[in-house]
């Protein structure tokens, strides 16, 4: 298996779990958080959803889906590529709100077919490629695609066990 294959098998994973966390509830039951201050299923798919449009569209040096889309207001949001959830007070977070779990779908769709086509293009070596070099030590390009699915496969955990507890 070559790492392109390896990266869409792990990749693909993410659209089931993120069915699976959403498929049924209303735009109430998306919104309710399980505990005063704790994220509801609607703002952690929401966010994990953002994570990655903002992080694969600076990858690609293109603007995010969620801009060019025009998705905010699909989520009571204005269209901000800032906006992805990073920093949220309890406030911010109580102040997504998906319009329905079809809202939340095809964002996710549309993020997750650019992030296939992207996977789709690379080489081993492009892996090795700096990204980021705000840190210590400098992120690659293989890291940052590692840490974009961590943090989609964790925040899509917490979305199916949120629902679990509704």
């Known amino acids: 298996m070559n790492v392109t294959e390896l990266l869409t098998e792990a990749y ?3 659209p ?4 699976g966390a959403v498929d049924g509830l209303t ?3 998306l919104h309710s958080p399980p505990a005063e201050d704790a ?3 609607g703002w952690l798919v929401w966010h994990l959803t953002r994570v990655q449009d903002s992080h694969i569209a600076e990858l690609l040096g293109e603007d995010q889906l969620y801009v060019t889309g025009d998705w905010g207001p699909r989520f009571g949001r204005t269209s901000d590529a800032h906006d992805t959830g990073y920093g949220h007070s309890a406030k911010d977070v109580a102040a997504v709100r998906p319009e329905n779990t079809r809202a939340l ?3 996710y769709d549309a993020v997750h077919a650019r992030t296939l086509a992207y996977l789709e ?11 980021d070099e705000n840190w210590d030590p400098p992120v690659t390009l293989g890291v940052r695609l590692i840490s974009i699915l961590d943090d989609d496969v964790q925040h899509a955990g917490q979305a199916a066990y949120v629902r679990g507890l509704l």
């Open 121 to 131: 293009g690379l080489k081993p070596e492009d892996l090795d490629r700096v990204v």
């Open 27 to 29: 735009p109430e039951q």
């Open 39 to 41: 994220n509801p299923v």
């Open 12 to 14: 693909g994973r993410l």
């Open 16 to 19: 089931d779990l993120v069915r």
């Open 105 to 107: 779908l095809d964002y």
